[in-house]
T-cell receptor, first 114, second 113 residues
Framework: DAGVIQSPRHEVTEMGQEVTLRCKPI?????LFWYRQTMMRGLELLIY????????DSGMPEDRFSAKMPNASFSTLKIQPSEPRDSAVYFC????????????FGDGTRLSIL | KNQVEQSPQSLIILEGKNCTLQ??????????LRWYKQDTGRGPVSLTI?????NTKSNGRYTATLDADTKQSSLHITASQLSDSASYIC????????????FGTGTLLAVQP
């Protein structure tokens, strides 16, 4: 079975540029999550979707961040304009419905903003 | 404030030895507690999920315990292998409307030959 697929794996760009991160969840999973991981703060939930609908975006740091899920097999996280403090590893995860289901993580996108 | 604290921050053990990682939480309400393993450069992988009524769960050489009264959990690794070198993250679900996960900052384990 293919797991959660994220692209790109690495992204280096200059401050002010637009960054788009992509995620393909596991087929059949109803939930999709975007996380950010830094050394200082660990893993933080940014936003999650249920059946393609955003449910909780309270973790999105500011208006520069936006996420979409146009269909069940694709989601994007966009940062515009990017800033050096956005440098982190961004993970996408998906899970089937149910409170006790594990979340399956992709291998992340390592983002560096210069 | 909902928090998950892990100890130690890092640990070095010799191959073949056992070790135990600790997790204390103050999350309320409580739905379940999870342990994840994260290899360097990879995403976290679920090891165990325990609900309120479960006090132990095993996955191969990994055994997790949960004491819901004292709000403590441990992850015991038996007969460690070099491939166990990773970060181990304790995660608690608050069981609220969004079933939000609260993550600990992890214990970095290094297994040396």
């Amino acid at each position: 079975d293919a797991g959660v697929i994220q692209s790109p794996r690495h992204e280096v760009t200059e401050m002010g540029q637009e960054v788009t991160l992509r995620c393909k969840p596991i087929s059949g999973h109803d939930y999709l999550f975007w996380y950010r991981q830094t050394m200082m703060r660990g893993l933080e939930l940014l936003i999650y979707f249920n059946n393609n609908v955003p449910i909780d975006d309270s973790g999105m740091p500011e208006d520069r961040f936006s996420a979409k899920m146009p269909n069940a097999s694709f989601s994007t996280l966009k940062i515009q304009p990017s800033e050096p403090r956005d440098s982190a590893v961004y993970f996408c995860a998906s899970s089937p419905g149910g409170a006790h289901q594990p979340q399956h993580f992709g291998d992340g996108t390592r983002l560096s903003i210069l | 404030k909902n928090q998950v604290e892990q100890s130690p921050q890092s640990l070095i053990i010799l191959e073949g030895k056992n070790c135990t990682l600790q997790c204390n939480y103050t999350v309320s309400p409580f739905s379940n507690l999870r342990w994840y393993k994260q290899d360097t450069g990879r995403g976290p992988v679920s090891l165990t999920i325990m609900t309120f009524s479960e006090n132990t769960k095993s996955n191969g050489r990994y055994t997790a315990t949960l004491d819901a009264d004292t709000k403590q959990s441990s992850l015991h690794i038996t007969a460690s292998q070099l491939s166990d070198s990773a970060s181990y993250i304790c995660v608690v679900s608050d069981g609220g409307a969004t079933n939000k996960l609260i993550f600990g900052t992890g214990t970095l384990l290094a297994v040396q030959p």
